[in-house]
């Protein structure tokens, strides 16, 4: 929920955990050795799908009716503007110096010439967007991610990203805003764009998998372990359980 990056836009595959549907629960020799609390995860993942079905699904599609496409490319670029400062400060807490003053050159440029965020000028200018969160910063620095856990609301997580999610809640611009209507307001504006650009990808999801709940847990663990390599994870192999 752009949840993550915002509460956590981490993610896109953060907010489609939040938004897929209950498979069948895997028990015994069958449990992945990475999620010893699947049977849990399960039942917070189903009441997860049922909050989005119920309210956050159709407020997205009602937001996504009524906003035209470059109002709504507007609010998507002002929230990375913001979370682009938390990558900037997690890049510089793992030594990625270049990619710090990267960021920062990002959020300089885009609050001014972008007009506050709203227009991504700096990936015109070749600036890439790095979206680094501390649980990366983490990662990067040898904690192991622990075990799979799907959290209420915000959806799939570690037991390393949800250390992370609370010093990434802390270096969110949002959350020192001091008038209550103002920052919730941006809270929930946040989630609900991201869950209308995510509205594509959920439908092919559920069409395309049998357990959406093994497919996104497959999912998020791979990319989040891509994104502490940089890209380049080292060959990783499970022992099947005996």
């Not at 995510?198 to 069409?207: F, I």
């Not at 990319?223 to 890209?231: I, K, N, Q």
Request: hydrophobic residues 40%; glycine residues 10%.
């Amino acid at each position: 929920m752009k949840i993550p990056a915002s509460l956590y836009r981490l993610a896109l595959v953060l907010i489609l955990g939040a938004t897929l549907g209950l498979g069948g629960c895997a028990t015994g020799d069958d449990r992945d050795p990475r999620d010893p609390l699947e049977p849990l995860n399960r039942v917070t993942y189903k009441f997860n799908d049922m909050l989005d079905r119920a309210l956050i699904k159709p407020l997205a599609q009602g937001y996504e009716y009524i906003m035209p496409a470059p109002a709504n490319q507007g609010v998507t670029n002002f929230f990375n503007n913001l979370a682009d400062i938390r990558s900037a400060l997690n890049n510089l807490l793992q030594l990625k110096v270049g990619r710090a003053f990267s960021d920062v050159g990002r959020v300089a440029i885009n609050s001014t010439v972008g007009i506050l965020g709203l227009i991504d000028v700096a990936s015109n200018m070749n600036l890439p967007r790095y979206g680094e969160d501390f649980g990366q910063t983490l990662g990067v620095w040898g904690a192991g991610p622990g075990p799979f856990i799907v959290l209420p609301l915000l959806g799939p997580s570690s037991g390393r990203d949800t250390v992370g999610l609370v010093v990434d809640w802390y270096t969110d611009p949002i959350t020192h805003i001091n008038d209550d209507a103002w920052r919730w307001g941006l809270r929930g504006l946040d989630i609900i764009d991201t869950r209308a650009d995510l509205l594509n990808a959920s439908r092919v999801l559920e069409e395309a998998s049998l357990d959406p709940y093994a497919f996104i847990r497959d999912a998020f663990l791979q990319r989040r372990r891509s994104l502490v390599y940089d890209g380049n994870p080292p060959d990783e192999f499970y022992e099947p359980p005996q």
